[in-house]
C-alpha cells in the first residue's frame, strides 16, 4: 500500500511537472509575442515622433533661414544706399578741388605776368638810370668845358667860401644871442618857467628819459661834481647822459632818452658812490666794468625772450639785438615786451590758418630789430631789421616779411608776411599800448643825435636836457679850437634846416686833449 501510494505521488508528480512546464511554455509564448507588440508600438511611436520633431526643425530652421535673409537684404539694401551716398561726396569733392586747382592755375598764370610786367618796367627804369646818368655826365663835361674849372677845383672853392660864410655867420650869431640875451632876459625867465612847468607835467616823458639815483647824504654830490666840475664831465663824458644835481634831498637825476647808457650810468654812479672812490680814472674803469656786465645781462635777456617766444637757433648777435629791445620803448610801448606780444600773436594766428608756424614765429622775433640800433643807423627800422636779417642769412621769404609788416614799404609775398603784418597792428592797436607823443619826442632826441653825428670830426654827441641841448666831442687831432667853433655853428644852422622842435636848441662842442705816459 505504502509502495503503491509512492508509486501514485511519483506519478501524479510528473504530470504535475509537464503541466507546469507545459504552462509555463505557453506563457512564455504568450509573453513573447506581448513583448514584441509593445516593442513595435513603441517603435512606431518613436518613428512618429522624430517625424513630427525633424518636421518641426525643418519648419523652424527654413523660417530663420528666411528672416537671415530679409536681414542681409535689409543690410544690402543700406550699404548701397551709404556708398551711393559716399560715391555722390567724392564726386563732389573731386569737382570742388577740380575748380580750386582751375583757380590756382589762373591765379599762377596772372601772376606770372605780373612778373613778366614787373621785369619789362625794372628794365626800363634801369635803361632810364642809365640814360639820366650818361646825361649828368654830359652836363658835367659841358659845366666844366664853360666854367674852364675842373669838378674838384670848383668844390674846393665852394668849401672855402662856405667856411667863410659861416665864420661871418657865427660872429654875427653870437652877437645876435648876447643881444637878445640882454634885451629879453625876462622873456626868457618866462620860457624857462614854462618849460620847467611843462616839463613837471609830463610825468611820462619824465618816466621814460630819467632816472633817480638815491644817495646817502647831499654831501656826496659835492664829490660827484669834483674839483671844477671835472668829476662830473667825466661821468658825463663817459657815458653819454647828463646828471642833474639839484637841491632835491638825497637824489641825483640822471637825463638820457638812450635806455641801455642810462641804465649803465645808473648803475655806474651806484658803484661809485658805494666805493666812494670818485675821479676820472676811477670813473673811467668803473664804466668800462660795468659796460661789460650789462652787455652780459643783455644777452640773458634776449636768451629768455628767445626761449619765451619759443623760437631756438637764433644767431648770437639777434639774441643781443633782442635784449637791447628791453631798454627801448616805441609809442611809450616796450619794445621787446612789442615784439614777443607779435611773436605770440603771429604763432596764433598761423595756428589757426594752416601756415608756417615756426616761420611766423620767427618773423615776429626779428620785425623790429633795427630799433636796437636805428639810433646808431641811418634809415627806416623795418630797412634795418631787414639788412640784419639778410646779414645773419635769413631767407629773402624772411626779408620780404620784415620790409612788408609796415604797410606801403614793401608788397607782402607770402600769407606768413600777411600774418605777420596783423599781428604787429593787434599789438601796436590795443587800448593803452601806444603814446605818440612820446615817439615824437625819442624820434626827435634820435635825429639830433644822429645829424650831429654826420659832421666830418664829431666822435659822439649826445641829446640833453630832454632834448634841449646836443653836447658833441670832437676828434682833437682833426678838429681845432677855430674849427670847433665852426662846427658848433654848422650844426646849429643844419638843426634849423631839418628838424621841427620847440623853443630852442643849444650845440656844445667838446675838444678835449689828453696826454699820457706810462712810468716804468
Given at each position: ?7 501514485i ?7 504535475c511537472f509537464?503541466l507546469?512546464?507545459v504552462?509555463r511554455y ?5 509573453d513573447s509575442?506581448?513583448?514584441e507588440?509593445?516593442s513595435?508600438r513603441?517603435i ?10 525633424t518636421k ?6 527654413r523660417?530663420?533661414i528666411d528672416?537671415?535673409?530679409k ?5 544690402m539694401?543700406?550699404?548701397k544706399?551709404e ?5 555722390k ?16 592755375d ?12 614787373l621785369?619789362l ?7 632810364k638810370i642809365?640814360?639820366?646818368?650818361n646825361i ?11 666854367s674852364?674849372?675842373?669838378?674838384e677845383e670848383?668844390k674846393q ?5 662856405m ?9 654875427v650869431y653870437?652877437q645876435?644871442i648876447e643881444?637878445e640875451?640882454?634885451?629879453?632876459a625876462?622873456k ?8 620847467a612847468?611843462?616839463?613837471?607835467a609830463?610825468?611820462?616823458t619824465v618816466?621814460t628819459?630819467?632816472?633817480?639815483v ?9 664829490r660827484i661834481?669834483?674839483r671844477?666840475?671835472r668829476n662830473?664831465?667825466a661821468?658825463?663824458q663817459a657815458?653819454?647822459?647828463d ?5 632835491t634831498?638825497?637824489t641825483?637825476?640822471?637825463s638820457a632818452f638812450d635806455?641801455?647808457r642810462r641804465?649803465?650810468?645808473?648803475k655806474s654812479l651806484?658803484k661809485?658812490?658805494?666805493d666812494g672812490r670818485?675821479h ?5 674803469e668803473?664804466?668800462?666794468k ?15 625772450a628767445?626761449i619765451?617766444?619759443?623760437v631756438?637757433n637764433l644767431h648770437?648777435?639777434?639774441i643781443?639785438l633782442?635784449?637791447?629791445?628791453h631798454f627801448?620803448?616805441s609809442?611809450?610801448q616796450?619794445?621787446l615786451q612789442?615784439?614777443?606780444e607779435?611773436t605770440w600773436l603771429?604763432g ?7 601756415v ?5 614765429k620767427?618773423a615776429?622775433?626779428?620785425?623790429d630789430?633795427g630799433?636796437?640800433v636805428d639810433?646808431e643807423?641811418e634809415g627806416?627800422h623795418?630797412q634795418?631789421s631787414?639788412d640784419l636779417a ?5 631767407s629773402?621769404k ?7 609788416h ?6 607782402p609775398k607770402?600769407a606768413?608776411?600777411?600774418v ?6 593787434i599789438s601796436?592797436?590795443r587800448?593803452?599800448a601806444r603814446r605818440e ?8 632826441l ?8 654826420n659832421?666830418k670830426?664829431v666822435a659822439?654827441?649826445y641829446?640833453?636836457?630832454a632834448?634841449?641841448?646836443i653836447?658833441?666831442?670832437v676828434?682833437?687831432?682833426n678838429i681845432?679850437d677855430?674849427q670847433a667853433?665852426?662846427?658848433?655853428h654848422?650844426?646849429a644852422?643844419?638843426?634849423?634846416q631839418?628838424?621841427?622842435y620847440?623853443?630852442?636848441i643849444?650845440?656844445t662842442v667838446i675838444?678835449?686833449v689828453?696826454?699820457?705816459?706810462v712810468?716804468k
Amino acid at each position: 500500500m505504502t509502495v503503491e501510494f509512492l508509486l501514485i505521488l511519483i506519478g501524479v508528480a510528473c504530470v504535475c511537472f509537464v503541466l507546469g512546464f507545459v504552462i509555463r511554455y505557453v506563457y512564455a509564448k504568450i509573453d513573447s509575442s506581448s513583448v514584441e507588440q509593445v516593442s513595435n508600438r513603441i517603435i512606431n511611436e518613436a518613428k512618429m515622433l522624430g517625424d513630427a520633431k525633424t518636421k518641426q526643425m525643418l519648419i523652424e530652421a527654413r523660417e530663420q533661414i528666411d528672416n537671415e535673409r530679409k536681414e542681409f537684404d535689409k543690410e544690402m539694401k543700406e550699404k548701397k544706399v551709404e556708398i551711393q551716398n559716399s560715391e555722390k561726396r567724392l564726386l563732389q569733392r573731386e569737382e570742388f578741388l577740380d575748380k580750386r586747382v582751375e583757380t590756382q592755375d589762373r591765379k599762377d598764370k596772372e601772376f606770372q605776368q605780373k612778373e613778366k610786367d614787373l621785369e619789362l618796367k625794372e628794365k626800363s627804369i634801369s635803361d632810364k638810370i642809365v640814360e639820366i646818368d650818361n646825361i649828368k655826365n654830359e652836363q658835367k663835361k659841358v659845366l666844366e668845358k664853360i666854367s674852364g674849372i675842373t669838378r674838384e677845383e670848383a668844390k674846393q672853392t665852394l668849401i672855402k667860401e662856405m667856411l667863410d660864410e659861416a665864420k661871418r655867420d657865427a660872429i654875427v650869431y653870437s652877437q645876435k644871442i648876447e643881444q637878445e640875451t640882454r634885451e629879453n632876459a625876462n622873456k626868457k625867465a618866462k620860457e624857462i618857467l614854462s618849460v620847467a612847468i611843462q616839463k613837471v607835467a609830463a610825468d611820462h616823458t619824465v618816466d621814460t628819459t630819467t632816472s633817480t639815483v638815491q644817495i646817502p647824504n647831499d654831501e656826496i654830490k659835492g664829490r660827484i661834481i669834483g674839483r671844477e666840475g671835472r668829476n662830473i664831465r667825466a661821468f658825463e663824458q663817459a657815458t653819454g647822459v647828463d646828471l642833474l644835481i639839484d637841491d632835491t634831498p638825497e637824489t641825483i637825476t640822471i637825463s638820457a632818452f638812450d635806455g641801455v647808457r642810462r641804465y649803465i650810468a645808473k648803475k655806474s654812479l651806484e658803484k661809485l658812490i658805494a666805493d666812494g672812490r670818485i675821479h676820472p680814472a676811477r670813473i673811467e674803469e668803473v664804466v668800462q666794468k660795468i659796460q661789460k656786465e650789462v652787455d652780459e645781462e643783455i644777452k640773458n635777456i634776449g636768451m629768455q625772450a628767445a626761449i619765451d617766444s619759443g623760437v631756438p637757433n637764433l644767431h648770437p648777435e639777434i639774441i643781443k639785438l633782442l635784449g637791447r629791445l628791453h631798454f627801448r620803448t616805441s609809442y611809450g610801448q616796450n619794445q621787446l615786451q612789442h615784439t614777443l606780444e607779435v611773436t605770440w600773436l603771429a604763432g596764433a594766428i598761423a595756428g589757426e590758418l594752416g601756415v608756417d608756424i615756426a616761420f611766423c614765429k620767427k618773423a615776429g622775433l626779428m620785425h623790429d630789430i633795427g630799433k636796437a640800433v636805428d639810433h646808431e643807423v641811418e634809415g627806416t627800422h623795418h630797412q634795418i631789421s631787414a639788412d640784419l636779417a639778410k646779414k645773419f642769412g635769413e631767407s629773402p621769404k624772411m626779408i620780404n616779411a620784415i620790409l612788408a609788416h609796415h604797410e606801403g614799404f614793401a608788397e607782402p609775398k607770402s600769407a606768413e608776411a600777411f600774418v605777420l603784418i596783423a599781428a604787429d597792428a593787434i599789438s601796436a592797436a590795443r587800448p593803452g599800448a601806444r603814446r605818440e607823443t612820446i615817439e615824437s619826442y625819442l624820434k626827435r632826441l634820435e635825429q639830433l643825435e644822429t645829424l650831429a653825428k654826420n659832421f666830418k670830426g664829431v666822435a659822439s654827441a649826445y641829446a640833453i636836457q630832454a632834448g634841449r641841448e646836443i653836447r658833441v666831442l670832437v676828434e682833437p687831432e682833426n678838429i681845432d679850437d677855430q674849427q670847433a667853433q665852426i662846427v658848433a655853428h654848422d650844426i646849429a644852422k643844419k638843426i634849423e634846416q631839418e628838424l621841427n622842435y620847440p623853443g630852442q636848441i643849444k650845440v656844445t662842442v667838446i675838444r678835449e686833449v689828453r696826454a699820457q705816459d706810462v712810468a716804468k
